[in-house]
Structure formats: C-alpha cells, structure tokens
C-alpha cells in the first residue's frame, strides 16, 4: 500500500496497462481481462488485476498529464514491482497521412518539460520506447490490418496550447501526434531498467479540426488495447 494506490502486496502484476481515463481503465478491465478484481480506488484512480490468455494483467489509471502519471508509474514500478508499463491512451494528429483511429506507436517522445527536468539539469534526455515491444506491437498491428504508424511524438504539458508556431514546427519535423504522458513514462522506465511503450489512437487532427465522436471512441480504442496486450507477452 502506498500514499497513492491502495493495492495489497502482491496485487499489482508485473504487467500494467496505464490509460489516463480510470473509468477507461475499468472498461478495459472488464472487457478484456478474465476475473478482473479491482485492487485499487485511492483518489477515485481506478486499477483492476485479471488475466488476459492466462498472464496476469493490472490496468490502472495515471490521471492526465505527466506529473499525475509520474506519481503513480513511481509507485507501480518501486514499490509494487510492475516490469512492463504500457500507455493507452488517444492522441491529436499532426501529419496529414495520419487519420482518425490510426494506431501510433510512440518510438520517441519529445517535450518542453517533465517531471524529471530537473534531473537532467542541461541534459537534453532522449526518452524512447522498449525496442522489444515497440516491434512486437507493430507486428501485432500489422497481423490485424490496422493502419500503424511509427515514430516520433510530443508530449505536451499542456492541453489548451497556446503555441501554434511549437505546433508547425513539431509538423515539419515529422512528429506524428501529441498527448500528454509519454515522455515522462520513458524516462521512468529508463530510470529503473523497466520496459515501456505508448500504444496511442487517433481520436483527432490539429490539421483538419476533426474529431471522433465520443460513442465512437470506445469502439476504435479495442484495437489499442489489443495490441498493447499482444505486444507485452509475445
């Protein structure tokens, strides 16, 4: 037990799954997992602990922005052991070729500031994706036919951006979405020799201003989830 999550020893599996929405996470749960339990509710931060084809899974929530992941990320890897810590979440579009409910696999994440900055001081930190799961994720993706693009992202510390030049810039330079965890669970996992990976949906485009309606998010977000749990037992 900890300030944060309320799990017993033992609770939390060595694999979890971080999106930010706890309510997704019990959807997710629930309609992925055999016997989910829910081993955590501190702070209305939903985690729940089943199996998916015999491993244990816990699928827990992180809040939004880095700063909320950072705390429960910290708590799952030191203090309940968790090895494999996989975000899915949705992400805005920054490149015309990627549409709505394309599949990113986040390779790198860039950002103007985590948690963590002040660690690094005037070190530039690179944070990147477990190779293992990024290529196990894309083969996964591409056995079902789902539109997948990998590569660099941005993670924002903010929602309501007021920077439209940052924007043209992360567009020029090829970044293919923006959320707002990534970067910060990268650095965690590099930290404390941990695999991580960020499985992202489109859910909308800074380009085009479209959007997926919210009765049409749930059904896109099962590829993501699939995915994510295909990658970290293959």
């Given at each position: 037990?900890?300030?944060?999550?309320?799990?017993?020893?033992?609770?939390?599996?060595?694999?979890?799954?971080?999106?930010?929405?706890?309510?997704?996470?019990k959807?997710?749960?629930?309609?992925f997992?055999?016997?989910?339990?829910?081993?955590?509710?501190?702070?209305?931060?939903?985690?729940?602990?089943?199996?998916?084809?015999?491993?244990?899974?816990?699928?827990?929530?992180s809040?939004?922005?880095?700063?909320?992941?950072?705390?429960?990320?910290?708590?799952?890897i030191?203090?309940?052991?968790?090895?494999?810590?996989?975000?899915?979440?949705?992400?805005?579009?920054?490149?015309?070729?990627?549409?709505?409910?394309?599949?990113?696999?986040?390779?790198?994440?860039?950002?103007?500031?985590?948690?963590?900055?002040?660690?690094?001081?005037?070190?530039?930190?690179?944070?990147?994706?477990?190779?293992?799961?990024?290529?196990?994720?894309?083969?996964?993706?591409?056995?079902?036919?789902?539109?997948?693009?990998?590569?660099?992202?941005?993670?924002?510390?903010?929602?309501?951006?007021?920077?439209?030049?940052?924007?043209?810039?992360?567009?020029?330079?090829?970044?293919?979405?923006?959320?707002?965890?990534?970067?910060?669970?990268?650095?965690l996992?590099?930290r404390?020799?941990?695999?991580?990976?960020?499985?992202?949906?489109?859910?909308?485009?800074?380009?085009?201003?479209?959007?997926?309606?919210?009765?049409?998010?749930?059904?896109?977000?099962?590829?993501?989830?699939?995915?994510?749990?295909?990658?970290?037992?293959?």
């Amino acid at each position: 037990m900890t300030v944060h999550i309320g799990a017993k020893p033992g609770e939390i599996a060595e694999t979890v799954l971080m999106p930010g929405d706890p309510l997704r996470a019990k959807w997710a749960a629930e309609t992925f997992l055999d016997n989910p339990v829910c081993v955590n509710e501190v702070r209305g931060m939903l985690g729940f602990t089943g199996t998916w084809r015999g491993h244990r899974v816990t699928i827990h929530g992180s809040g939004m922005g880095m700063p909320s992941l950072s705390i429960y990320a910290n708590e799952l890897i030191r203090d309940y052991g968790a090895k494999t810590l996989i975000r899915i979440g949705s992400a805005g579009a920054m490149q015309e070729s990627v549409k709505l409910r394309d599949i990113v696999l986040a390779q790198t994440a860039s950002t103007l500031s985590t948690p963590s900055r002040g660690i690094f001081r005037e070190l530039n930190f690179a944070p990147c994706a477990d190779f293992g799961l990024l290529r196990a994720a894309n083969d996964a993706a591409q056995a079902r036919g789902i539109a997948t693009h990998v590569g660099g992202i941005y993670s924002s510390d903010v929602f309501y951006d007021e920077r439209p030049d940052l924007n043209e810039q992360m567009t020029r330079h090829g970044v293919l979405a923006v959320e707002m965890e990534a970067a910060e669970l990268y650095i965690l996992a590099a930290r404390y020799g941990v695999r991580a990976l960020a499985v992202l949906t489109i859910s909308d485009h800074l380009l085009t201003q479209e959007a997926l309606p919210s009765a049409d998010r749930q059904s896109s977000f099962r590829d993501m989830v699939e995915i994510a749990l295909e990658a970290a037992f293959a």
